[in-house]
């Protein structure tokens, strides 16, 4: 009987025992550990889940969209749970429907160390939803989830796609106006509070942070002239075969552009198929010695000053010796006399010279610089460049030979068209823009300021109208009906600190009509080949580009 009744008790103090260890342990857990293990619960069972913002979308001037966002989803496995299913089945399967090769899948589902892959981006919304529904064994998926994402496409492929720019992988601009409106474009990410059940089914899900959408940005390009440049760019590009193109169209009363080309053309939706070269945009990013188009602006600043009229008589010799240069034209002629519309219309070297010297120096380089050469347009397109100017202090002896004539100075498109455009106004120059309004507010159009008198300007369009006229160097660019002025350049490039005899920039830069112009177009080619002439390169598409702008925009014959 005392052995039973030990034995009773030893049994007690060992329950007893048990459970005050339960208790110690329950208190330790409920306790001590509550917070930790409330949390892990949490993350099992909770989770959040980031919302992409929608990125706004980029449309021309009449809305038609050139960039816009488009729900997508990424893929994500989960290699610790695949491998106890079937992998290579599953690879097999979602292949196809991802559009990605069998192996890279497998490679993706089953990489070591790891309980997270991004098995693919910017998955169409159908393709995700078609992975999440398969089943094996009968029984649903697991291991493989979608996130939401958006993805970013250019409807039009190649229009405008080096002014557009594009963006990274993570959704950010990294090029272009997707870059330089990146805080504008890209809207603000949402928040979406998951709660899952044992066996990871959602059972509820809350917006815990709205996602606010980037804005519009509304261009100041008309689609249909873009597309219409571009391909004046393209017959361009067969037939010469140059290095680049680029041409501008403008309005030259608000400075909007109306068009702004390069060739080679670049598809926005392929990124990776982009030489480095090609996603330049020529326009604002490449400069150049402008040649014979920049005496527009040497004949400006000496009819401003009051120097020449436009029937100024010169003596031009077959040369001018200049210090240690000898000024020719480019065709061989005696001694013959030129009025300052005659020198503009044949594009005489020589003659521009003796007007800038005449003019002198300082007050050339006064003009050079009134009509913003040397500094930025200040334009709303990122990577402009300032082009090269020299000081006065900088002249050589020789300089007034060249830099009259559009050598030994440097220039970008952008610079061009915006002084043409200047010309074309009757005398203000403006700040030229893109962007027509932000989230459909209407950006102010750039105040310009007076940099010629209006009746310069007008007599320097007359004289331009010679350049088109019987015996003009772009007589064969006329449009029969319309009054055009404009002229013409052809400048040799620098190659090792020396002018190539081989290598030539050929442009022309006009505008419509004559009397009152309500577009101006620029047209530069870079290193044509077999025909070197702005004449016969860059005129012919200054003609097509206008003779189908004129009827868009409702610019009447004369």
């Known amino acids: 009987m005392v052995a039973i009744d030990r034995r009773v008790g030893y049994i007690f103090i060992a329950f007893l025992s048990l459970l005050a260890v339960a208790v110690a342990r329950a208190v330790y857990l409920g306790v001590v550990r509550a917070p930790s293990l409330q949390q892990a619960a949490v993350s099992q069972q909770v989770t959040t889940v980031p919302i992409p913002a929608t990125r706004g979308a980029i449309t021309d001037r009449n809305g038609v969209q050139l960039a816009l966002s488009e729900s997508a989803a990424d893929v994500i496995a989960d290699p610790y749970l695949i491998k106890r299913n079937h992998p290579t089945v599953m690879a097999q399967t979602m292949a196809p429907l991802l559009h990605m090769p069998v192996l890279k899948v497998l490679a993706a589902i089953t990489k070591a160390h790891t309980g997270y892959v991004v098995v693919a981006h910017e998955v169409a919304p159908a393709a995700a939803q078609a992975i999440l529904a398969l089943k094996f064994d009968g029984k649903p998926i697991n291991g493989v989830t979608s996130v939401p994402d958006v993805k970013r496409v250019y409807p039009r492929d190649f229009t405008a796609g080096q002014v557009i720019g594009g963006v990274h992988s993570s959704g950010a601009g990294d090029a272009g106006l997707e870059y330089q409106y990146n805080s504008v474009l890209s809207g603000t990410a949402g928040e979406r509070r998951i709660v899952n059940d044992a066996v990871h089914q959602p059972i509820s899900i809350d917006e815990v942070r709205p996602m606010q959408s980037g804005k519009t940005l509304q261009l100041t390009l008309d689609a249909g002239l873009q597309n219409e440049v571009e391909q004046v760019l393209a017959g361009v590009g067969e037939q010469y075969q140059p290095r680049a193109a680029t041409a501008i169209a403008m309005n030259p009363d608000t400075g909007a552009i109306l068009a702004l080309a390069n060739w080679p053309r670049v598809n926005a939706n392929d990124p990776n ?87 002198t120096a300082p007050r050339f380089n006064y003009w050079v610089r009134r009509f913003g050469f040397g500094s930025t347009t200040g334009s709303d397109i990122p990577g402009e460049q300032t082009g090269i100017v020299l000081k006065p202090s900088q002249y050589s002896g020789s300089s007034m030979g060249n830099l009259p004539m559009g050598q030994g100075e440097s220039v970008t498109p952008i610079q061009m068209a915006t002084a043409y455009s200047a010309i074309a106004n009757g005398g203000i120059l403006r700040r030229p823009h893109i962007v027509q309004a932000i989230g459909g507010k209407p950006q102010p159009v750039p105040a310009g300021h007076r940099i010629v008198s209006a009746n310069t300007a007008a007599e320097v369009r007359d004289m331009l109208r010679g350049v088109l006229a019987d015996g003009g160097t772009a007589s064969g660019a006329a449009i029969r009906g319309f009054d055009l002025a404009g002229k013409t350049g052809t400048a040799n490039v620098v190659v090792d600190g020396k002018y190539s005899s081989s290598e030539y920039i050929a442009s022309f830069i006009g505008m419509v009509p004559a009397s009152a112009p309500k577009l101006v177009v620029a047209v530069m080619v870079d290193e044509p080949q077999g025909s070197i002439y702005g004449g016969s390169v860059a005129a012919p598409a200054f003609q097509k580009i206008v003779g189908w702008a004129v009827p868009h925009f409702g610019i009447s014959p004369n």
């Open 273 to 359: 198929a982009v030489r480095s070269l090609d996603d330049r945009d020529h326009a604002v990013a490449d400069s150049y010695e402008p040649g014979s188009t920049f005496k527009a602006i040497t004949v400006a600043g000496a009819l401003q000053d009051g120097v020449v009229t436009p029937n100024t008589p010169f003596d031009i010799p077959p040369e001018l010796q200049v210090a240690d240069r000898r000024i020719s034209d480019a065709e061989t002629h005696g001694y013959e006399t030129l009025t300052t519309a005659d020198i503009l219309k044949v594009s005489s070297n020589i003659g521009a010279d003796l007007i800038g010297m005449r003019d």
